[in-house]
């Protein structure tokens, strides 16, 4: 069993949800049957879970808290116990009693404290242990009962936890697997599950080369990405029709399939200036297949201009019909950019280079032709850049309320989530995800585009801390702040900033602190607000993935099924 401080990323976004339900207390929101009770989640819990001094309560001083949340969340497959501080001021008893819908997949729970007894009068900590038998693959539905009665009344209060957990089957013979430093292996010999044994690296310079899938790739006569067959995909046979290329269901097996294959998260360190010792010469070379003539495009509108690069409206002509066209996105450079510039437009234009996800835009063609200013080229969508886009809603929000709502928000995350659930299957590490570097279209469908260009289109986005790089400081991991490390845990932390964007409509996270002093304001517990209007299980989910400990965030199959079921909540009532 892992011990209690591991794996439990989401164990704030479990506990926070925990349906309050009582019986003989009446509509009233102070029980008379418990009086001084306290049931909460300490300050040292909340600690390990999300990196945050703060406490979680069940019930304070007898009031309860009720969360009206009609969907149960996930309990990933790598958090084996919970735990929950509590006392009374006076004699209150207690039963506590566990329930499971599939004993052959996981035991029944067991709690270190006995089925019934007195609530201490002294703050104490019980914990409950969740394990799986190993012996098949299933979601296990856990019922946890705690009954409180006072003897004088006899009135009793009874507070229902239900949730799901993911279980495994141990494989018969287990592979042998690199132990990476400073991560340990099971020491009960059960498997730990894929959230926690998925390896995500990506080759030295952040993945760019791509030259070696052997996927058909041609993206110019076959664009959209709904026709692509993809690994992961969740394309075909989706029950959220409208979260194109993402099936929660599949997000799961996913995780079945592959969890006897990998081993904990290795630490890839990302050197500074490396995509700066990539010469113009190697980033032509590395494009060339892909590489068109400057004829076939016309440039129209500017989009979106900086300092030294800009993005246009573009028209590309067919090859092999000149009276087919399709808009594109083109992106290129101003006569005075430097030759550094150029190599990094066309080599961080590479980061998504034969990946085929309907939530990713890799690019097109490129133009490299001598005496031209080399151009990317992207499939076009038509509402253009996410944070743009968001920032226009905030706008219009006086005038028209309902001109985007919070269910359209949630269904940009999971698409964003599913993306990204993709790159972390193929080992690809973003490294700068943001709202700034995704693209809609007017089907509200969201694409996860590479970061090129974006440092000069989005300048207050990023910053110098005196080495002479330029970096997304407010949606970086401490690891990747602090020792320059990367991994896909550190994109689901830049992932709880995008959520935190786009609940905001587009806000900068962290405006008030110094980018110099990020570092020591993120370890010493601090994080951005909680946005206005969001809900508390929402914000939960950016929490967790804000851990400082990046093996406690959760996976972004995690990720996607808790947003699925709370956008699947959210049309139930909106």
């Not at 084996?80 to 006076?90: D, V």
């Not at 200036?273 to 010469?279: A, P, Q």
């Not at 009276?323 to 550094?340: L, P, Q, W």
């Not at 289109?457 to 910053?463: A, N």
Request: hydrophobic share 35%; net charge negative; proline share 5%.
């Amino acid at each position: 069993m892992a011990g209690p401080g591991r794996g439990r990323g989401l164990a704030l976004l479990v506990w926070r949800a925990l349906m309050v339900a009582w019986s003989c207390c009446g509509s009233g929101s102070v029980c008379r049957a418990s009086p001084g009770v306290n049931v909460y989640l300490s300050v040292e819990e909340m600690r390990r879970l999300i990196g945050l001094d703060a406490e979680l309560y069940y019930v304070r001083n007898d009031v309860v808290s009720h969360f009206a949340l009609p969907f149960k969340l996930l309990v990933p497959g790598e958090t084996n116990s919970l735990h929950f501080t509590w006392h009374a001021k006076s004699k209150v008893e207690y039963k506590l009693g566990f329930q499971v819908d599939n004993p052959a997949a996981m035991d029944m729970p067991q709690a270190n404290i006995s089925v019934q007894g007195e609530v201490p009068r002294e703050v104490s900590v019980f914990r409950v242990d969740l394990l799986c038998t190993g012996k098949l693959d299933s979601e296990v539905t856990m019922e946890m009962q705690l009954n409180l009665t006072i003897n004088s009344s006899k009135n009793i209060t009874v507070l229902n936890f239900k949730r799901r957990k993911m279980c495994y089957k141990k494989p018969e013979q287990e592979e042998k697997t690199p132990i990476y430093p400073g991560k340990n292996s099971s020491k009960d010999g059960r498997t730990t599950s894929i959230m926690r044994q998925q390896e995500l690296v990506v080759e030295p310079e952040e993945g760019l080369v791509h030259d070696s899938v052997t996927e058909e790739q041609d993206v110019d006569d076959n664009d959209d990405q709904e026709s692509m067959q993809v690994t992961d995909a969740g394309a075909q046979g989706s029950d959220l029709k409208e979260l194109p290329g993402c099936n929660p269901e599949e997000e799961r097996q996913n995780c079945v399939t592959q969890a006897s294959k990998k081993s904990a998260y290795p630490t890839l360190r990302i050197e500074k200036n490396d995509l700066k010792s990539v010469t113009l010469a190697e980033a032509k070379t590395r494009v060339k297949d892909i590489a068109i003539s400057r004829e076939r495009v016309t440039l129209k509108d500017v989009l979106q201009e900086g300092t030294f690069g800009r993005i246009f409206h573009g028209i590309l002509v067919d090859e092999k019909d000149p009276s087919k066209e399709k808009y594109v996105f083109a992106k290129t450079v101003k006569d005075h950019a430097s030759e550094v510039q150029v190599t990094m437009m066309l080599t961080e234009s590479c980061k998504l280079r034969g990946l085929h996800h309907r939530n990713l835009l890799p690019i097109n063609h490129v133009c490299i032709e001598d005496g031209e200013r080399p151009m990317v080229l992207l499939p076009y969508m038509n509402w253009g850049n996410l944070k743009l886009f968001l920032r226009q809603c905030k706008l219009a929000e006086a005038n028209n309320p309902q001109a985007i709502s919070q269910q359209d928000l949630v269904h940009m995350a999971i698409q964003i989530a599913c993306g990204m659930s993709y790159l972390a299957r193929r080992e690809v590490i973003h490294k700068d995800l943001a709202t700034r570097n995704c693209v809609i279209d007017d089907g509200l469908q969201v694409k996860i585009t590479d970061n090129a260009l974006s440092r000069d289109l989005f300048p207050m986005d990023y910053h110098c801390l005196g080495d002479n790089e330029n970096r997304p400081v407010r949606w970086m991991a401490l690891e990747s702040l602090v020792n320059n490390e990367f991994s896909s845990a550190s994109d689901v932390w830049a992932f709880g900033v995008t959520l935190w964007e786009l609940m905001t409509l587009g806000q900068t996270p962290y405006v008030d602190i110094d980018p110099f002093e990020m570092a020591a304001y993120l370890k010493d517990g601090y994080r951005i607000a909680q946005p206005i209007n969001c809900p508390d299980e929402l914000f939960a989910v950016m929490a967790c993935c804000w851990a400082l400990d990046r093996e406690e965030r959760p996976k972004f199959q995690q990720l996607v099924q808790c947003l699925t079921e709370f956008h699947a909540a959210l049309g139930a009532y909106v």
